[in-house]
């Protein structure tokens, strides 16, 4: 049997997809029943996240494993087979070991070196445990995995690297700001009680926030989360737990929402944000705060470098207003609008943006700074001589300003808890998984990474290592075993043959010929065990076993001994 993994993350997949994608938990037990009844594998267990979903088995058969795995994974989805393919990916054996180890060290993740994910690989064995679809494989491989990760943790400083997604998406919505300076005084609702809801909420008390407010369609689990706030001797909060049909009322008193629940439909829709803006504290901001600037700077006109209103001299009626070929009385005396730069003479055939050059030329006089403005309608006029005209353009409309984030939403659910459209609604900032994905793209990476790779290149060897051994030991148990027979046969038959012997020399005898077989069988046993453990080394237990014309049957029940006796101690919870 062989390791296999199937799955879509993050990095292989858009968040819409991952969105869609997302199996609740009820999927998630079909999921793994139906993986354990299929042909090609024997076990299996699921780690879905909030940016991955992987379905592990131990498979007979690679392309029928592949087949059979991707198919379940599109059926449990509800995403098309076709549409879904083009984002899997696979791994097999050593490299499905490799990915795993990533994954627990962090390396894998969307804020590299966070730690949360070695919580979710603990719940993922635990549930494959409880439905008994883990074997020896995946327990052997889930729980070193957890070691490996807690490995990396405490003998680098990955954690340098990385944080948590909620620490992560706090200084997205603080935008520049340090969290710290940030959210003090702030009142926060979290919706979900769930291990990412608690965390965000003890992130968040731990940043200073005056008071958080937890909702959960379980009351006795918000209560419980409340209760864990209120109580801590290091955090200085005040925590209360509501229903979930009070989030309106808390909505329009919260500064920070941050939901994280299993809900396969929309928690907040945009309708209820924009309601709870409209009747709640935030509704309202300074004008102008946060208002883009244009980019030509502050003032300008899409229309020109240094914009003037046509109320200056060079819009003045004049003796020269009859060589520009612009209608002056007829141009809107809009704010910003130069007549000296692009917008004015969008549309102008080439003879009339020369003459309109002329007249800016005269002009310059008129005009302080206006040098620019006509070397750049010169090259424009240039430029249009090879088509006749320049391109169209929409004279610019003044910008309204935007009020500044009054309402800051955290949306850290999979599929989404919070509607995307709430982005639009002035004075709310929403940060969502697909937000902090794009975020995370250019987040630097720490020099200790480096290091956590090699921690998982020489895990990886030596759990492979140990994994061939393992493969041929009861190979060796079998051909002990049968020594052992033979042994017995013969001390048997030299009793016949000496029925007067006595017991002590019977007792040397016995142990005389077990010493000789024991050392026969040292020496080729050890060494068939190191040549095991090398890459390649599968096949000494077949050479062992035709060599020693060992019944197959006698290794195959060593093997299910071994399996239960593994089963008993392992299945009594992850380490």
Known sequence: MSLLVVGLSHRSAPVSVLERAALSADAQVKLLQDAVAAEPAAEAAVLATCNRIELYADVDKFHAGVAELSTLLAQHSGVGLEELTPYLYVHYEDRAVHHLFSVA?????????????????KDSLGKAQDLHTAGRLLNDLFQQALRVGKRAHSETGIDRAGQSLVTFGLEQLASGTAVDTWAPGKKALVIGAGSMSSLAAATLARVGVGEIVIANRTPDRAERLAEI?????????????????????????????????GATGL????????EAVAAGPVAGSP????????????????GGTNARSLTGPAAAGSADDENCPLDLNAVPATAGFSVLGEAAVAGMATTELEQHAAWVDNGIARVPGAADEADAIAALAAAAATVGRIPERRRPEPVAPQPAPGLFLLDLAMPRDIDAAVHRIPGVRLVDIESLADASADAPMAADVDQVRRIVADEVAAFGAALRAAHITPTVVALR???????????????????GLDDKHRSEITQTVKRVVDKLLHAPTVRVKQLAAEPGGAGYA?????????????????????DSTEKNSKNRGPA
């Open 542 to 562: 077949d050479a062992l076993r035709t060599l020693f014309d060992l019944d197959q049957e006698t290794v195959d029940a060593v093997s299910r001994a071994e």
């Open 267 to 274: 928690v907040l829709t945009a309708s209820e944000v924009a």
């Open 105 to 121: 060290c962090g390396l894998d993740s969307m804020v590299v070196g966070e730690g949360q994910i070695l919580g979710q690989i």
């Open 481 to 499: 075993t049968m020594a052992a027979d033979v042994v017995a046969g013969e001390i048997a038959r030299l009793e016949g043959r000496l029925p």
């Open 229 to 261: 706030l209120n109580d801590a001797d290091d955090l200085d909060v005040a925590a209360r737990a509501v229903p979930m049909d009070a989030v309106p009322g808390e909505l329009t008193r919260a500064d920070v929402v941050v939901s994280c629940t």
């Open 287 to 302: 004008a102008g705060a946060g208002g883009a600037p244009s980019r030509f700077g502050p003032g300008a006109a899409l």
